[in-house]
C-alpha cells in the first residue's frame, strides 16, 4: 500500500500544470532570446491613459499581461533620484556606484557577459530626446563592440549609415545606424513599427539573443505636459509590448522584461464625471520629483525571478540567476 501512495503521489507531480499570475508556466527554463524594454518616466498608473482613452472598453493592456510585477529602487550610492541614463545603465551593468560621468562606462554591460556565451546583441533606441548612446560612445569608443545599434533621429554626420524597416541589409556590430524616416524633420515611421521592423530582421535565423529597446520620448513629453503626444507615445510603446507578449505565447525560451526609471506621478481627476473634461485637455501635469520605486514586467521564461521588490541594479543577476546545470549562469563580480 506504501508504494500504491508513492506512484500516486509520483503521477500527481507529473501531471500538475504550474502557473504563475493565474497564468500557464514553466518554472526554471532558460532564457535563450531576451527582450528587454526600458522606459522612462512610466508608473503603472499611466495606463489609465489608454483604458479610459485610446483602447476599448474593459480591455487590457499589454502591460497587465505580464507574468510577472516587480518593484525596483531606484537610487544608488551618489544620488537619491538619478536620471534614468543611470538608472537604465545601473540596471544593464548590475552596478550602483554611477556618477552620471563617462567612468560609469568602463562597467560591463550585459551584452559583455552575453557574448561569452554565443548570443547576438540588437539595442533599438528612439533618441529624439537624448542621446545617452552617442555619449556612451564618446566616452568609450568601444562600449559597442558586441552590440548592433538603431538609433531613431536624425544623422550625426553626413558619413553616418542609415537604416530603413522595408530595406534588408547587413549590419555591423558597434556601428550607429539612423533612421532613415527622420532625417527630414520628424520621423514618418513609428516607433512600434521601427522596433517590430528591426527586431523580425535581427532575429532571424538567431537562436540566441538579446534586443533591447530604450524610449525616453515618453519621459520627455510628460515633463512637458503634453497628454496627448505622451498618451500617443505610450500606445506605441503598448503596441511594442503587445507583439513581444504574442511571441512569448508561442515561445517558452523567450524572456520579455520592460523596466522603469525616473518614475513620475500624474495628477488623475478624482471623480469618474471629471474625465470628461481630462479627456478634452491638451495638457497633464506631473510630480516635481521622480519617485524612488520603479516598476518592471516580465513574462515567459525565468519571469518568476522578478516578482518582489529588489535594487535596480539587480535586475541583472536575476536574468542569470537560475539552476547551475541549465546554463546561463554565472556569478558577476560586483563589491556594490
Not at 109 to 137: H, M, R, V
Not at 309 to 329: D, M, N
Request: contains cysteine; positive net charge; glycine residues 4%.
Amino acid at each position: 500500500m506504501k508504494y500504491l501512495y508513492c506512484l500516486v503521489f509520483l503521477f500527481i507531480s507529473c501531471a500538475q500544470i504550474t502557473s504563475l499570475n493565474l497564468k500557464k508556466h514553466q518554472f526554471g527554463r532558460v532564457p535563450l532570446q531576451i527582450v528587454w524594454i526600458q522606459l522612462a518616466g512610466f508608473k503603472p498608473e499611466h495606463l489609465a491613459l489608454l483604458k479610459f482613452e485610446k483602447l476599448e472598453k474593459n480591455s487590457q493592456t499589454a502591460f497587465e499581461q505580464a507574468t510577472c510585477v516587480g518593484h525596483t529602487w531606484e537610487y544608488n550610492l551618489f544620488d537619491i533620484r538619478p536620471q534614468a541614463r543611470e538608472g537604465f545603465l545601473s540596471q544593464l551593468t548590475g552596478r550602483s556606484d554611477l556618477k552620471g560621468e563617462c567612468s560609469d562606462y568602463e562597467n560591463q554591460a550585459i551584452w559583455k557577459y552575453l557574448t561569452k556565451q554565443n548570443y547576438k546583441t540588437g539595442i533599438f533606441a528612439n533618441t529624439q530626446s537624448g542621446n545617452d548612446f552617442e555619449y556612451a560612445k564618446q566616452c568609450k569608443p568601444e562600449y559597442f563592440d558586441e552590440a548592433t545599434v538603431w538609433l531613431m533621429n536624425r544623422q550625426k554626420d553626413e558619413k553616418s549609415p542609415l537604416f530603413h524597416i522595408d530595406e534588408e541589409k547587413r549590419y555591423k556590430k558597434n556601428t550607429f545606424y539612423y533612421d532613415k524616416s527622420c532625417q527630414q524633420g520628424s520621423c514618418y515611421n513609428s516607433f512600434a513599427k521601427n522596433v517590430i521592423g528591426e527586431h523580425e530582421q535581427f532575429s532571424r535565423n538567431t537562436p540566441n539573443y538579446l534586443f533591447i529597446v530604450r524610449d525616453q520620448d515618453y519621459e520627455m513629453q510628460i515633463r512637458k505636459n503634453n497628454k496627448k503626444a505622451a498618451s500617443e507615445k505610450l500606445l506605441e510603446v503598448n503596441k511594442v509590448l503587445d507583439y513581444f507578449q504574442k511571441k512569448v505565447e508561442a515561445n517558452s525560451n523567450l524572456l520579455v522584461l520592460v523596466s522603469t526609471s525616473n518614475t513620475m506621478d500624474l495628477n488623475f481627476p478624482k471623480k469618474g464625471n471629471e474625465w470628461r473634461k481630462f479627456k478634452n485637455q491638451n495638457k497633464i501635469y506631473s510630480t516635481k520629483n521622480t519617485k524612488l520605486i520603479s516598476t518592471l514586467y516580465a513574462s515567459g521564461a525565468r519571469a518568476e525571478n522578478f516578482c518582489g521588490t529588489y535594487s535596480q541594479k539587480e535586475i541583472l543577476s536575476r536574468i542569470f540567476s537560475g539552476a547551475k546545470e541549465q546554463g546561463l549562469e554565472f556569478s558577476i563580480i560586483n563589491p556594490f
